[in-house]
T-cell receptor
Framework: GAVVSQHPSWVICKSGTSVKIECRSL??????MFWYRQFPKQSLMLMAT?????????EQGVEKDKFLINHASLTLSTLTVTSAHPEDSSFYIC???????????????FGDGTRLSIL | AQSVTQLGSHVSVSEGALVLLRCNYS??????LFWYVQYPNQGLQLLLK??????LVKGINGFEAEFKKSETSFHLTKPSAHMSDAAEYFC????????????FGAGTRLFVKA
């Protein structure tokens, strides 16, 4: 089946540092990848849609200068949390959809998430 | 835009008992619908998908869901709960038919008692 690898799975860092999270589709090509944020005991909140070779589309209220997204290839998207602060601590999840027939009528394939803790 | 509502943020059942997790969708046309499961500290995994080919959809781990247009529902069931079923379950629907975004329900946490 389609596998999405997300790395790292856990990050603890000091306030003010930048953190990069990688999301890779291992056995399929993903024109579109999605980045979600999940607070404890809550549903997923879509942050941005990452499109290969173009700028990401951010949801309302998400700071694009804070959460930098790069989707340089059909198998890799990265999310960089710049100058992270404690309020950025959260569980971040990426997902991807196969480029073949890749509308929302097809299921998404999720990474295992990254637990980000800012001290 | 479409939406889904999951009734009950928490459901608790005994091991071996029937599992019923509720999901209602809001749409004027039969949508695609999904159920995902999330285990602690993991991403989401697809349980099953409704595509209008059949109203009763069978998924992984013994789960199934029935699409009922008259009730705009897509409830998830499993005849006999297992301890390993304890997780968070999300119902989801495309935001717009053929679009790219998916709308997730608020989630239902399933507890299984020994």
């Amino acid at each position: 089946g389609a596998v999405v690898s997300q790395h790292p799975s856990w990050v603890i860092c000091k306030s003010g540092t930048s953190v990069k999270i990688e999301c890779r589709s291992l056995d399929f090509q993903a024109t579109t990848m999605f980045w979600y944020r999940q607070f404890p005991k809550q549903s997923l909140m879509l942050m941005a849609t990452s499109n290969e070779g173009s700028k990401a589309t951010y949801e309302q209220g998400v700071e694009k200068d804070k959460f930098l997204i790069n989707h340089a290839s059909l198998t890799l998207s990265t999310l960089t949390v710049t100058s992270a602060h404690p309020e950025d601590s959260s569980f971040y999840i990426c997902s991807a959809r196969d480029r073949v027939g890749g509308t929302s009528n097809q299921p998404q394939h999720f990474g295992d998430g990254t637990r980000l803790s800012i001290l | 835009a479409q939406s889904v509502t999951q009734l009950g943020s928490h459901v608790s059942v005994s091991e071996g008992a029937l599992v019923l997790l509720r999901c209602n969708y809001s749409s004027s046309v039969p949508p695609y619908l999904f159920w995902y499961v999330q285990y602690p500290n993991q991403g989401l995994q697809l349980l099953l998908k409704y595509t209008s080919a059949a109203t009763l959809v069978k998924g992984i781990n013994g789960f199934e869901a029935e699409f009922k247009k008259s009730e705009t529902s897509f409830h998830l069931t499993k005849p006999s709960a297992h301890m390993s079923d304890a997780a968070e379950y999300f119902c989801a629907v495309p935001q717009t038919p053929g679009g790219f975004k998916t709308i997730f329900g608020a989630g239902t946490r399933l507890f299984v008692k020994a």
